[in-house]
């Protein structure tokens, strides 16, 4: 057994509660992974305290010094990718070989931070008075909180992380319960990088008690929240009325739009890899698929091939390549939306079981599920399942497709697949999304770009690339004026 601890001011400690949540592999339900130590409101307090403390030297340090410690973070991950990708996958289920791909990924982000450390900060601005010299810089916020979701345990702390440390600020992460040993390693990772003390603190708790003190918190300038968007909303309802910035991710329901001219080869794998990969667990995931009806059958009989080649199992087998769904509500919650979608009327065209036999050893395993026969007001057309589970809805031509597409309060991410480039541009345009495919899978971000959606998928600010020190920094504008 491992006893999950808090990592705050450079130390290790147990939380001060003395009670435990205990986690178990999503795969075998029956097999025990850990305790994680609870922590209290005191624990949190100390947390920001340190931090604050912390920040006074931080931000006097050299950019290019802190963003070596991303660089060193960054071997550590990769020398440790094995332990680390085993570890997440028997916490949350996802496949071994997408974990790590994750943990590579989250190597990538920590270089590419590293890297930002050497470029501008600021401008020289022209001044009408020829006597003065006018710049900007960029200033850190001071301690900013990161709460942080199961479904990517590496990538989505790092790639909040990383940004806010090379830009000068100290941080205090309260990870997901679901994943919170991961979080454990991801902090060891760190601290044998180097990095000083308090200036990654983490927390393990519950979100109504650890995420909300620093939401609260006075001297924790910004928040950055990536998970459901009721929680978001009540996280921005704070924040407002403490002053500091939110960042949120939230929720998706992305169309990927297929058009008769389309590669439907192309098409049905990016359907059907975009909606199952991670089991579904992914906020950028397919999760409605458009298809003009003139090749609606050609384009079905593609899916049914590519689906059936699924193998579901647990994740660590390396054949495998879909696991079960990370968690007992996550299970219920998704099996619950394919109840609904059948009381609603839609038509199963592949799976909806649960799969139980004795070799599954009681895991929440669920069938790759395919509705037809749906239409766009329907639950599962509208809410976010977070599951493996998409449904198809023929359209007349591209412009009711594009038009159903918008027809959602999100707007994360978008597909097209055509060869008609006048229809590829107008979708790029005209697609109410922050992330635009064409012939590619709604899923899939690289850490150079901009990464955020639209509507009530995100706050309006951008995650990852350039567009991270917009959220991490503060202009300050200085004027010298010389005789």
């Not at 680390?84 to 590579?104: P, W």
């Not at 080869?265 to 458009?290: I, N």
């Amino acid at each position: 057994m491992v006893n999950n601890l808090n990592y705050i001011g450079g130390r290790w400690s147990e939380g001060s509660t003395g009670n435990r949540y205990e986690h178990f592999n999503p795969a075998n339900p029956s097999e025990s992974l850990g305790f994680t130590e609870m922590s209290s409101l005191g624990d949190a307090e100390e947390a920001v305290k340190v931090a604050n403390t912390a920040f006074a030297d931080w931000k006097n340090r050299s950019s290019v010094e802190r963003g070596e410690y991303l660089r060193k973070a960054a071997d550590l991950l990769e020398a440790n990718v094995e332990e680390i990708a085993a570890c997440a996958t028997k916490e949350m289920g996802k496949r071994i070989v997408e974990m790590r791909g994750e943990v590579l990924r989250a190597a990538t982000i920590l270089r590419y931070y590293a890297q930002e450390g050497t470029r501008k900060i600021g401008d020289v601005i022209p001044s009408s008075n020829p006597n003065n010299t006018l710049y900007t810089v960029r200033e850190p916020l001071g301690v900013v909180a990161m709460i942080t979701p199961w479904n990517f345990p590496v990538a989505i702390p790092v790639w909040k992380i990383a940004p806010a440390l090379v830009y000068g600020n100290t941080v205090v992460w309260k990870p997901s319960q679901e994943t919170a040993i991961t979080a454990v390693k991801i902090a060891e990772i760190f601290e044998k990088a180097g990095l000083p003390k308090g200036v990654l603190n983490l927390v393990n708790g519950s979100g109504s008690l650890i995420g909300n003190a620093f939401v609260e918190h006075l001297d924790v300038k910004a928040v950055s929240f990536t998970g459901s968007n009721a929680v978001g909303k009540t996280i921005a309802s704070k924040a407002v009325e403490t002053g500091k910035k939110y960042q949120l991710e939230l929720g998706g329901k992305n169309p990927l739009v297929v058009l008769k001219d389309a590669d439907l080869d192309a098409a049905a794998k990016a359907a059907v890899e975009g909606c199952m990969k991670q089991s579904g667990q992914r906020c950028t995931a397919t999760s409605r698929v458009f298809v003009e009806e003139a090749i609606y059958d050609a384009f079905m009989d593609k899916v049914l091939g590519f689906v059936q080649d699924i193998k579901v199992g647990d994740g660590i087998q390396e054949a495998i390549t879909m696991g079960p769904v990370a968690s007992k509500n996550q299970f219920e919650t998704v099996t619950s939306y394919i109840k609904k979608g059948l009381e609603e009327g839609a038509t199963l065209f592949y799976g909806g079981k649960t799969l139980d036999a004795p070799e599954y050893n009681g895991g929440y395993f669920i069938e790759p599920t395919i509705f037809e026969n749906v239409t766009n007001d329907m639950t599962i057309a509208q809410e976010e399942i977070f599951g493996p589970v998409f449904v198809v809805i023929k359209v007349a031509n591209y412009e009711e497709g594009l038009a159903q597409a918008n027809d959602t309060i999100y707007g994360l991410s978008a597909s097209l697949f055509t060869t008609d480039l006048n229809k590829a541009f107008h979708f790029a345009k005209n697609s109410e999304v922050g992330l635009v495919q064409i012939n590619g899978e709604t899923g899939g971000a690289e850490p150079q770009a901009p990464f955020g959606g639209m509507k009530e998928s995100s706050s309006g600010t951008r995650e990852q690339g350039t567009a991270a020190m917009e959220f991490f920094t503060a202009y300050k504008t200085v004027t010298i004026t010389t005789k």
